[in-house]
């Protein structure tokens, strides 16, 4: 028995039966309640998409009352044991790895570790302050241009080729992102060495004829943080991607946008802001006045409060005690007693209570990440790194989506129509050379 909801247009009387399957109504059913012949049919307007599912998926599950967070039905606290290759396998295949897949799937990353030299070239042609997330995007974007192949998107192993290159090669150009903002030479990446490893290799190695050995433990703690972010559903950077996947594109191009809306501050700049909030605290005696100024609606307390979960963040969970393990390595951030005090009172306070203002996972991990030694500009950099297993995984799912179309949303439009155009200014104005040379333009 098809399930059905019944809708009463008062504008005309009319009453449409239209079927629910999984808990959704199709949007083009809306099409058929009209006013009249002429009217082209009701659409939903839903800025920021918060009620609108735009596909079918099976990659990531999240309840967010119950604060739940799967990766293919494994919650995500039963994998942080687990390594980031093995999660990412599990993302883009939908199961973990036997022994002799995992040897397989980590071969075929680690021989397309290495990029192309024009792309350093392409890296020495930006400023010295760029923001490394800014040069991130772009060298994604140019892979394109060095993997022609790529839009070759149809076929079954040139997409496993490509997944492969861009898990691969991300770690290389985020560590050589940074190294070109610290003025630094860049380190190739080392076959011998593992993912996270390599990738702390490549950005902490003092030079390329010096050796550099990262601590056991806070290599685990990296590589807990890459699991916790390696998916979390159609967030913004996800949509973006599949966005630009349902016109065909290559998935460089797709992942570029990706990283392009991960590169805003309320999306991947989330956990920066929070740092940029503690220092600005300074001292635990002026908590009080920044929670007046927050209960007054004169500012945000950053890191509280997430779009999907209206209970404690399960990533938060983890990074937590991820920070108690690496500041006992590390020694403790002065910034945490402010954390601590924060996420206190917060959690007693029936104003945040009533508003299910929770920590979310940037809360700590921007702690964590500095703790680290990663400077601010690099957390996010850091997140599109283990980010791009799900991008993938989502882009894989979305080609062999039969339901998917090129994205083409409604618009309701409220501007002028008809109007009478008036004279061209070049007939009033005759335009004469001055004589003069004009300035030098901007660049």
Do not use: S
């Given at each position: 028995m098809v399930e059905t909801i019944t809708i009463i247009d008062n504008r005309t009387g009319i009453t449409y039966n239209l079927p629910v399957k999984s808990d959704a109504i199709n949007a083009i059913d809306l099409r058929q309640i009209k006013t009249s012949e002429a009217d082209t049919g009701l659409i939903s307007y839903d800025p920021g998409l918060l009620n609108t599912a735009t596909c079918k998926s099976s990659i990531t599950y999240i309840d967010g009352e119950k604060g739940i967070?799967?990766?293919?039905?494994?919650?995500?606290?039963?994998?942080?044991?687990r390594n980031y290759l093995e999660t990412a396998y599990l993302l883009i295949n939908g199961d973990l790895p036997s022994h002799i897949q995992y040897r397989e799937w980590c071969t075929n990353i680690t021989r397309r570790q290495m990029v192309h030299e024009n792309i350093k070239k392409l890296m020495d042609g930006f400023n010295h302050d760029a923001h490394p997330m800014g040069i991130l995007v772009s060298t994604l974007a140019a892979l394109s241009t060095f993997h022609p192949d790529s839009k070759n998107i149809l076929d079954h192993e040139n997409q496993k080729r490509q997944i492969y290159r861009l898990i691969a090669k991300i770690p290389t150009l985020a560590a050589y992102s940074i190294r070109h903002a610290r003025g630094l030479p860049y380190i190739y990446p080392e076959d011998e060495l593992g993912?996270?490893?390599?990738?702390?290799?490549?950005?902490?190695?003092?030079?390329?004829?010096l050796k550099y050995s990262p601590d056991s433990l806070l290599s685990?703690?990296?590589e807990t943080i890459f699991i916790l972010h390696a998916d979390h559903e159609q967030n913004c950077g996800t949509t973006v991607m599949r966005t630009v996947a349902s016109a065909g594109a290559d998935p460089y191009s797709a992942v570029a946008g990706s990283a392009a809306a991960?590169?805003?501050?309320?999306?991947?700049?989330?956990?920066?802001?929070v740092i940029h909030m503690l220092e600005e605290i300074g001292t635990l005696d002026k908590i009080p006045n920044l929670i007046h100024e927050v209960k007054d609606g004169k500012r945000r307390l950053m890191g509280f409060g997430h779009r999907v979960y209206k209970t404690y963040d399960p990533r938060a969970k983890v990074m937590k005690k991820i920070a108690d393990k690496v500041f006992e390595i590390t020694g403790k951030n002065p910034l945490l007693d402010i954390a601590l005090e924060l996420e206190r009172i917060a959690l007693g306070d029936k104003y945040f209570i009533s508003r299910r203002l929770y920590p979310n996972v940037d809360f700590y991990s921007g702690l964590v990440c500095q703790a680290l030694g990663f400077p601010k500009e690099m957390f996010t950099v850091l997140f599109a790194i283990p980010r791009m297993s799900g991008w993938l995984a989502h882009w894989q799912e979305q080609i062999h989506d039969k339901e998917q179309k090129i994205v083409r949303p409604k618009q309701i439009y409220l501007g002028s129509i008809g109007r009478n155009i008036p004279p061209t200014i070049s007939s009033l104005t005759p335009t004469r050379w001055s004589g003069l040379w004009p300035k030098w333009p901007e660049v």
């Open positions: 967070l799967q990766y293919r039905g494994y919650p995500i606290d039963t994998l942080i044991d993912y996270v490893e390599n990738f702390l290799n490549m950005v902490f190695k003092p030079a390329p004829n685990k703690a990296l991960l590169y805003g501050p309320a999306h991947g700049g989330a956990n920066e802001a």
